[in-house]
Each structure stands twice: as C-alpha cells, then as structure tokens.
DNA sequence: TGCCCGATTAACT
DNA sequence: GTTAATCGGGCAA
C-alpha cells in the first residue's frame, strides 16, 4: 500500500489530481480497492454540476478539497466525487470504477452479484459496493470511514471523452488504467496515453 | 407548484 | 439496441 494521501494532494487542479488518483487505492471501512477509471469536472465545464453556480445539492463543490461529494443519480443511484482545488473553485473528481481488493465478500453481498467485474465497474457500482449515501456527502476524504492510498508503481494512464454527459463532450477528461479488466467501457483504440504517471503523494 | 431530465443500471427484445 | 425504474434539482410559470 503506498502513502496515505493528504489534504494536500487534492488542493491542485483537478486535471492533475484526475490522473494521479489512477491506481490509488480507496477504502470506504476499509472496503475497496485501485482506482481504474476517473473523470475530471472542471468549475468552468458545462458538464459539471457546479457549472450553474452554488446550489444545496452541489454545495460541497464549493467548499474545501479533500471532501466527498456524493450525489443521486437518476434517482436510483448515488455516485462520488473527490472535491478538488483550494476552496470555492468547485471542481471534482468522479470515480468511475474500481479494481475490487478488499472486502470482496461484503461487496459481493452488497451489489448481490458474484463475479468481480461488476462489483465496482461505473459510478453507481462503486457506491452500492463500497457503502457510499447521502450520508457520506461532505465527510473528509483523509478520516475515516474513508481512507486513500497513492499507487506504488508507475502508471499506463490513458484518456478519452467522458460517458453519459450531453455538455462538452469532446473533453478528454475521463481517465483510465490501460488494459484494465475492471474498467465500466474500453476505453477506444489508441485512446490518448497520458504516460507513465510517477507515484505522487503529497 | 409543475414539468423535464439526468455524471446510471439491469432487464428486456 | 431499447427501455423502465425512480426522484430530486433547477427552472418556468
């Protein structure tokens, strides 16, 4: 397990913190597991919820980084942001999918499934596996009940359009690990290397 | 107050 | 490939 990541790894551009979270470990009750796939929502993107300005629901956003932001997704299912950049900028980072390693059994009962690849395979996956409501919405990324861990090892990180927007889609801001089995789409053919992303903790 | 629609998923045909 | 499920946010009225 590398570093435990600080405060201080989510206070840069989401653009930077987007692709460095690409296989760090995140545990919610120490359930969870590598982060495979990732999407960045700038304050200026038409796609992100804080694009409008500060509302209840996007609040979070706004506030400092290091936090989580949970929201309802289609009225079924909850999906969670890491908030990112010094306070007020409102952008964040969507987890995607995740590479189950710990706490397989509570997942697997949790999501109802067995095989692995669904466990944590799209954002709402990821929160019925890992636990995550309303209830964890402006909880602090770096206390429990969560904890995150920055990759060991270098990186193959690569980028592509992000899934299930209508606004700006041309933004390449979803990022994944190449080659994952655990990713929720593949990413496309000669998809964008970002390169070999050097473990960071700050 | 009412209406439309979404950073989704699973179960259909 | 298509669609139902399900609900709260955001905006028009």
Redesign the pocket.
């Known amino acids: 397990m590398g570093k435990r990541l600080t405060r201080g790894f989510f206070s840069r551009s989401v653009h930077e913190v987007a692709p460095d979270l690409i296989g760090a470990v995140l545990l919610v009750n120490g359930v969870g597991g590598r982060l495979v796939e990732v999407?960045a929502?700038h304050h200026t993107d038409p796609?992100?919820?804080?694009f409008?300005g500060p509302?209840?629901?996007?609040a979070v956003?706004f506030g400092p980084p290091g936090y989580a932001?949970v929201?309802?997704?289609?009225?079924?299912?909850w999906?969670m942001?890491l908030v990112c950049e010094p306070a007020g900028s409102a952008s964040?980072v969507?987890i995607r999918a995740i590479e189950p390693t710990e706490g397989l059994a509570v997942m697997r009962r949790r999501?109802g499934?067995a095989d692995e690849r669904?466990l944590c395979s799209?954002?709402?996956?990821?929160c019925e596996a890992l636990g995550v409501t309303r209830a964890h919405n402006g909880l602090a990324l770096t206390a429990p009940p969560f904890a995150i861990f920055a990759r060991k090892g270098d990186e193959e990180v690569i980028a592509g359009p992000?899934?299930?927007?209508?606004?700006a889609m041309e933004k390449p801001w979803r990022y994944g690990l190449k080659g994952s089995r655990f990713l929720?789409k593949p990413f496309a053919p000669g998809a964008t290397i970002v390169g070999k992303m050097p473990s960071r903790a700050r």
């Not at 796609?47 to 804080?50: D, L």
């Open positions: 999407e929502y796609a992100a919820h804080s409008i509302t209840e629901r996007n956003m932001y929201y309802r997704s289609y009225g079924i299912h999906c942001n964040a969507l999501r499934v669904l799209g954002p709402g996956r990821v992000r899934i299930g927007i209508t606004k929720s």
